[in-house]
């Protein structure tokens, strides 16, 4: 099913019944104000430059997107009954990438780009120890 052709009211109960299915709780979040609005002292951003826009309060600055996003963020989490605090669960950096005791080998390689539009391929010569 291609999203291009959905409204935006079908792709959201389509995300309401895809979480509902795989057990993932699913919030709604009003927008206004995501993207100017700072994260981290609620005052209102000013524009530093194209897509840039810094607080003057606290002197946060970030793209309007990225700003967005940590609002949007706060704002379910706020709903959901958490908080934006550490983590408690182990993270990836408390396990140890040697724990089973093999050889660590780290891929070395080069990246190369693609050409029009293809982004960039990543070469290896892979070398077993």
């Not at 079908?10 to 019944?17: F, G, H, L, M, P």
């Not at 299915?21 to 994260?39: E, F, L, R």
């Not at 190369?112 to 077993?128: E, V």
């Amino acid at each position: 099913m291609s999203l291009l052709i959905l409204s935006y009211r079908k792709i959201s109960e389509w995300i309401d019944w895809q979480c509902g299915k795989h057990g993932v709780p699913s919030v709604a979040v009003d927008p206004m104000d995501t993207s100017t609005k700072c994260p981290r002292c609620s005052s209102k951003m000013k524009e530093n430059s194209y897509r840039v826009f810094k607080c003057p309060r606290c002197g946060f600055q970030s793209d309007r997107d990225t700003v967005a996003v940590l609002n949007i963020e706060m704002r379910a989490l706020t709903q959901m009954g958490g908080s934006l605090t550490t983590p408690t669960a182990p993270q990836m950096t408390d396990v140890d990438p040697n724990r089973c005791g093999e050889p660590v080998n780290p891929l070395k390689g080069t990246l190369a780009p693609l050409g029009r539009g293809g982004g960039q391929m990543l070469s290896m010569n892979l070398k077993y120890v």
